[in-house]
């Protein structure tokens, strides 16, 4: 196979990595740390030229546009060598002859590339500040509101009186309960390598019983968990998952592998731990992208599946995917059909961290509250961790991408495929889910849900 790029793939490619470019992305870096929007290059197909050049290192050295004091004279100087626009303009034009779930598709990229690089330009004072709305529906399809977290925090005190956890009293007795638990059970008592290993055991056993039993057969077969691990000290994520994919075997199948970063300093509790394993392997974000491998790799998947992207409407879906990830390797529909208390009760908090990031994305730019206000009501509001509380309001807020297009597609997406897999039951939505019935997005979806 030729590992030139076509003209569309060109198109795509250059649009991508361009943007990726300016904002000091690097889809060659193997750490989540080095990645932006380029989340995955597996096609086997050179990267394009916009890839290469003294300024585009340079870009991706200092941070570009997402550094604390960009390189403003770089980046004009990448931008008027590139034009990223131009490429942006090419797939666009290329995809209006594509059939309409696709098309849609690209489409949607094209319109989260083109508010990307307005917030690049905004950045560098090259252009006016891009609205909030604007930057969620490009990658949500909608625009963001609060979360109300009252329910799901009843839902926590009860099913911490379930495991017979003692409940101060005041205001902040659920705070300190939760506290608590985490602390009583926290994973890093097991050894985050150990259990790792543990849950990806554990879970693929649920998976081959529950999940692959609604794929196709020609992906049943597909690695869904060929994954190795590092430690990061002071990373301002729980868990990463990077995709490599470039990894052939002699007769040249892929062999779908991936890295994944969990954070030296997480604070999660066992059950919150499985939660994220779930979401981040197997059958969340490592399955997800191995399925999508694999169908490009047999040619039903078009090229712009290898070149998964952050801040996007597909990436909002893949949130969705890899949070109900834990009811689809049970076999359930909603959290309350899982087994446990401890996994409800995992899943139920994992959920609460998303609902901070989406609270503290819309009471920084809707709401203008001050960072300390923001960290007090994470806390009370969505019990999340001081470390998180602080992230959250800090490193993930103030970035343009993260707390403008990113933040809120987690409770957003997990929402929308909570709800699908709840109304239509895990065989009809696995295969759609999971790309077998067209690549999609977490708008283009509607397309292929049955209307009844």
Same mark, same amino acid.
């Given at each position: 196979?030729?590992t030139?790029l076509?003209?569309?793939?060109?198109?795509?490619?250059?649009?991508i990595?361009?943007?990726d470019t300016?904002?000091?992305?690097?889809v060659?870096?193997?750490?989540?740390?080095?990645?932006?929007i380029?989340?995955s290059?597996?096609?086997?197909?050179d990267?394009?030229?916009?890839?290469d050049?003294d300024?585009?290192?340079?870009?991706?050295?200092?941070?570009?546009?997402?550094?604390?004091?960009?390189?403003?004279q770089?980046?004009?100087?990448y931008?008027?060598r590139?034009?990223?626009?131009?490429?942006v303009? *090419?797939?666009?034009k290329?995809?209006? %002859?594509?059939?309409?779930?696709? !098309?849609? +598709?690209?489409l949607g #990229?094209? =319109?989260?590339l083109?508010?990307?690089?307005?917030?690049a330009?905004?950045?560098?004072?090259?252009?006016?500040a891009?609205?909030?709305?604007r930057?969620?529906?490009?990658?949500m399809?909608?625009? *963001?509101q609060a979360?109300d977290t009252? %329910?799901?925090?009843?839902?926590? !005190?009860? +099913?911490?009186?379930? #495991?017979? =956890?003692?409940?101060p009293?005041?205001?902040?007795?659920?705070?300190?309960a939760?506290?608590?638990y985490r602390?009583?059970?926290?994973?890093?008592?097991e050894g985050i390598?150990?259990?790792?290993a543990?849950?990806?055991?554990?879970?693929? %056993?649920?998976?081959?019983?529950?999940?692959?039993?609604?794929?196709?057969?020609?992906?049943?077969?597909?690695?869904?968990?060929?994954?190795?691990?590092?430690?990061?000290?002071?990373?301002?994520?729980?868990?990463?998952?990077?995709?490599?994919?470039?990894?052939?075997?002699?007769?040249?199948?892929?062999?779908?592998e991936?890295?994944?970063?969990?954070?030296?300093r997480?604070?999660?509790?066992?059950?919150?731990?499985?939660?994220?394993?779930?979401?981040?392997?197997?059958p969340?974000?490592?399955?997800?992208f191995?399925?999508?491998q694999?169908?490009?790799?047999?040619?039903?998947?078009?090229?712009?599946?290898?070149i998964?992207?952050?801040?996007?409407?597909?990436?909002?879906?893949?949130?969705?995917?890899?949070?109900a990830?834990l009811?689809?390797?049970?076999?359930?529909?909603?959290?309350?059909?899982?087994?446990?208390?401890?996994?409800?009760l995992?899943?139920?908090?994992?959920?609460?961290e998303?609902?901070?990031?989406n609270n503290?994305?819309?009471?920084t730019?809707v709401?203008?509250?001050?960072?300390?206000?923001?960290?007090?009501?994470?806390?009370?509001?969505?019990?999340?961790t001081?470390?998180?509380?602080?992230?959250l309001?800090?490193?993930?807020a103030?970035?343009?991408?993260?707390?403008?297009a990113?933040?809120?597609s987690y409770?957003?997406?997990?929402?929308?495929v909570?709800?699908?897999?709840?109304?239509?039951?895990?065989?009809?939505?696995i295969?759609i889910l999971?790309?077998?019935?067209?690549v999609c997005?977490?708008?283009?979806i509607?397309?292929?849900?049955p209307?009844?």
């Amino acid at each position: 196979m030729s590992t030139k790029l076509g003209e569309y793939e060109q198109s795509v490619a250059g649009a991508i990595i361009s943007i990726d470019t300016i904002w000091g992305g690097d889809v060659n870096n193997r750490s989540g740390t080095g990645r932006v929007i380029a989340d995955s290059y597996y096609s086997g197909k050179d990267l394009p030229a916009c890839y290469d050049g003294d300024d585009a290192a340079a870009l991706r050295s200092s941070g570009g546009a997402g550094a604390k004091n960009p390189d403003k004279q770089t980046i004009r100087n990448y931008i008027a060598r590139v034009n990223p626009l131009g490429f942006v303009d *090419a797939m666009e034009k290329q995809a209006r %002859a594509f059939e309409p779930l696709r !098309r849609d +598709l690209v489409l949607g #990229l094209a =319109e989260a590339l083109r508010v990307e690089f307005d917030l690049a330009l905004e950045r560098i004072g090259e252009g006016p500040a891009v609205p909030y709305d604007r930057c969620v529906h490009a990658s949500m399809g909608q625009t *963001a509101q609060a979360a109300d977290t009252t %329910a799901d925090r009843a839902r926590v !005190r009860e +099913l911490l009186g379930q #495991l017979g =956890e003692k409940i101060p009293s005041g205001e902040h007795g659920l705070v300190e309960a939760v506290d608590a638990y985490r602390k009583r059970t926290w994973v890093g008592h097991e050894g985050i390598a150990q259990a790792s290993a543990r849950a990806i055991k554990e879970l693929e %056993a649920l998976v081959d019983r529950n999940f692959a039993v609604h794929l196709p057969e020609h992906l049943r077969g597909v690695p869904r968990s060929n994954v190795t691990f590092h430690l990061i000290e002071e990373a301002w994520f729980s868990g990463s998952m990077n995709y490599i994919g470039r990894a052939r075997k002699p007769d040249g199948t892929p062999e779908y592998e991936a890295e994944y970063e969990i954070n030296a300093r997480i604070e999660k509790s066992q059950a919150e731990f499985m939660h994220l394993v779930a979401h981040e392997v197997v059958p969340g974000h490592v399955t997800t992208f191995a399925l999508i491998q694999h169908l490009f790799h047999i040619g039903q998947a078009g090229f712009e599946s290898t070149i998964l992207t952050m801040n996007t409407r597909h990436s909002t879906l893949f949130e969705g995917i890899a949070n109900a990830g834990l009811l689809m390797a049970h076999g359930v529909r909603k959290l309350t059909d899982l087994p446990s208390p401890e996994l409800q009760l995992g899943m139920l908090l994992s959920g609460l961290e998303d609902a901070a990031k989406n609270n503290a994305s819309v009471f920084t730019y809707v709401d203008k509250m001050p960072a300390d206000e923001i960290k007090r009501r994470l806390r009370t509001e969505c019990l999340a961790t001081r470390e998180r509380a602080d992230k959250l309001t800090d490193a993930w807020a103030q970035h343009p991408l993260m707390g403008r297009a990113y933040m809120p597609s987690y409770r957003f997406g997990t929402d929308l495929v909570l709800d699908l897999l709840d109304k239509h039951g895990p065989a009809t939505m696995i295969p759609i889910l999971f790309q077998a019935r067209g690549v999609c997005d977490c708008v283009t979806i509607r397309q292929l849900v049955p209307s009844a």
